[in-house]
């Protein structure tokens, strides 16, 4: 593995880490892993340094929702003048093209759950070339970006002894 893919694995898992703890990491220069950085960031291979947070653990009131729309694709243009249409609105957080039964996988934040279903009656499905969607809230989330949300791991195993 190279060490360009090391550097953005390292960032990816933490991304507080500092261009001397990665080069110490992987027995490089500093200056070397600041070279890497600074081309992926240019380069937008590093889009964004992100935090995880759970809000649930918050006074904030979050509602999230997964809205899966089916949609016809554009002539010449595919399926990408809908989901650019799609993620430009503020309330979306997230948009993937699918395989399957649905076309767009869109992930919206509101803060109710009546706030999501306006956004769907009155933004997202009413938009042409969206022939239907189906929008399901999230009630709890226990794994994000490959993070457990949980407070530590808690073994459910039954102790057997001899």
Do not use: C
Not at 36 to 56: A, Q, S
């Amino acid at each position: 593995m190279s060490i360009e893919v090391k550097v953005l694995e390292l960032l990816e898992q933490n991304p507080k880490l500092s261009a001397e703890e990665i080069a110490i990491m992987l027995n490089e220069k500093k200056e070397e892993i600041e070279r890497i950085i600074k081309k992926f960031e240019d380069e937008k291979v590093i889009v964004k340094y992100h935090t995880i947070v759970n809000w649930e653990k918050t006074e904030k009131e979050v509602v999230e929702a997964i809205i899966e729309v089916k949609v016809t694709p554009q002539r010449g243009f595919g399926y990408d003048a809908i989901a650019k249409r799609i993620y430009k609105f503020p309330e979306v957080k997230a948009v993937y093209l699918l395989s399957g039964d649905y076309d767009l996988h869109v992930i919206v934040e509101g803060k109710s759950m009546k706030d999501i279903a306006h956004f769907v009656g009155s933004k997202l499905a009413p938009l042409e070339y969206v022939l239907s969607t189906a929008t399901h809230f999230i009630m709890k989330k226990y794994k994000d970006a490959g993070v457990i949300l949980e407070d530590g791991e808690k073994d459910d195993r039954e102790v057997i002894t001899p």
